[in-house]
């Protein structure tokens, strides 16, 4: 099971770097929320999948007598969920607004501190 997880986060990586690349905004929005799921899948296999046997050791023991799940990379994608996700909110939000200032959701397009028609800067020293 954890080998079609690993080719499944290579893919999730793969297509986020390439979404990312991209010159429309809207898709460099979708490789940055693909990213996030990506990460977040890759630290849920890390830290076991196991159906069978819940991550609560019994009151008797101290250590668990069989392997089970390790429960922090659970409780630290909870809160990566919420996080990824206000990002992705403002970040919609930013390129929504600069499409509407800037009339284009081109990032070539955008280069507003590089008006056309000047002198371009010098490259070197």
Do not use: K
């Amino acid at each position: 099971m954890e080998p079609a997880f690993a080719i499944l986060i290579g893919l999730f990586f793969s297509v986020a770097v390439y979404l990312l690349m991209s010159r429309q905004l809207v898709r460099v929005l979708l490789g940055v929320a693909i990213l996030g799921n990506a990460v977040n899948l890759l630290i849920f296999t890390s830290g076991r999948l196991l159906r069978e046997v819940p991550p609560v050791i019994p009151a008797a023991l101290q250590v668990p007598e069989v392997a089970i799940a390790n429960p922090l990379p659970q409780a630290l994608i909870l809160t990566a969920i919420v996080i990824s996700f206000s990002f992705f909110a403002f970040l919609l939000v930013l390129a929504y607004r600069a499409y509407q200032e800037l009339g284009t959701d081109n990032v070539v397009e955008m280069r507003v501190a590089e008006p056309t028609g000047e002198p371009a800067p010098p490259q070197g020293y």
